[in-house]
């Protein structure tokens, strides 16, 4: 594989799909074109559910446990001895700064080898006696069996991260899996590839399949009828459809959806960490994270001062190229992106924000000025039925309102289809305590932000997704469990 050239990678092999079809990768810091994605047809996606198959009867199927668990630590240490061509290539697809990427994506990607091969060596199953008059009793206990072949659908804002938080689970249950990674971010998983063949995983196991959703490769391999299970994470529409698909045939599925996802600042928080929290929840990655924070509820004592402060930290932000070391503010990841993202920073003016800062496009450097820029922006003074406040934008923007009374803050929080994440900040422990079993989400961090121990249940409630994974929770998706029950 050249570095610019974007291959399928089915049965152990890159290859280009049959028919021939490439798409320009395009540089979000440029507007550069990077590189070719082949894409999958029908016959490249049947190729690959048959080898994902094979692998899973053959040497996969049959490899003792700790061999497989072993070699996925192997998996692990070549990531990390990869460590600068999986950083290069993670930063060239999404523009992410160096000093980001290089502390979570890549570091977090190896860690999922690692943390779901010792979870499926140390968690034991289910074990019942039971009494049976007249007889010395039963016993039952439960055995977890790989569920088969699972497809991988992914975003595009943290690549390798996202990806291989399913598909380390997923292998380390024994399973096979198909990714399909977002058509804007190819370069990881087909890297991983190579890093599978040189640890020796046997072909078939791992199998990667680029190409667009609806109509095309993700809708081929989810419509799969010889697909066992699907895992996706993304957008709310594109989840509704993906669900639809599993229904035929009953497959198993799991969704981590998108979020409108509130903070609430009290009054007796330590505000500089609250602040600190607050920026990198608004504003890491460009705003790209699914458990970002687009709504910030205030007490209004320090309404105005935790304004004020914010304000100055999104403006001293360095925005600029991902590979200069003061750069902590990147490019969105697409033009559509940005044209939707800019779509709600009018919106805002139009509905009667007052625009705290940001709101527009920095000027940059010629060379740059053709990516997909956006400022960080602050907003406060809308209605909470504005469109801005009540749907995700995906973007490094927030809107901040005052509340008087905890009631009052839960709310406003909780007054959104959506069931992600919270973040609360606040010294008074009773406090943390209450608002963070009131808050409907599936994650709710208290006085931190994106602080994540990999065997805690991770996904989002409401309209957030369906189904947790992390920890023994990702046991539960990817594994089939069968009751033996022995009498005595
Ligand atoms: P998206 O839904 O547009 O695309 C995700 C993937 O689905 C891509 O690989 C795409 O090609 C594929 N796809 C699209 N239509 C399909 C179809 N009909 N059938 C099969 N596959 C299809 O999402 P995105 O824009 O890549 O990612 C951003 C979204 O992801 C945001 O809404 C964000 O909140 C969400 N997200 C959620 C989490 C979470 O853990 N809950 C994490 C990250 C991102």
Redesign the pocket.
Known sequence: MSETDFKLFINGAHRPGSDGATFANISPVDGSVIGQIHQATQADVDDAVRAAQAALTGPWGTMARNDRLEMLHEVAAEIDRRFHDFLAAEVADTGKPVSLASHVDIPRGAANFKIFADVVKNVPSEFFGMDVPGTDGAINYGLRKPKGVIAV??????PLL?MTWKVGPALACGNTVIV?????TPATATLLGEVMNTVGVPAGVYNVVH????GA???F??THPDVDAIT????????E??MQ?SAVGARDISL????KNPAIVFADADMVAAIEGTMRSAFANCG????GTERIYVERPIFDEFVARLKDSAEALKVGRPSDDDTDFGPLISEE?RDKVLGFYEKAVTDGAKVVTGGGVPQLEDDIAGGWWVEPTIWTGLEEDSTVVTD?I?GPCCHIRPFDTEEEAIELANDTPFG?AAAVWTTNASRAHRVGAALDVGLCWVNSWFLRDLRTP???SKA??IGREGGVHSLEFYTETTNVCLQL
């Open positions: 659908i992914c975003p595009w804002n943290l996202l399909k990674p977002s058509e804007e190409g667009f959703g609806p490769t993700g809708e391999l989810t996706f994470t993304g957008e709310n529409l594109t989840g459809k993906i698909a981590e959806l998108g979020g790209q994270v699914c458990l992106h995700e995906f992600l991770f996904g989002g957030s997704g």
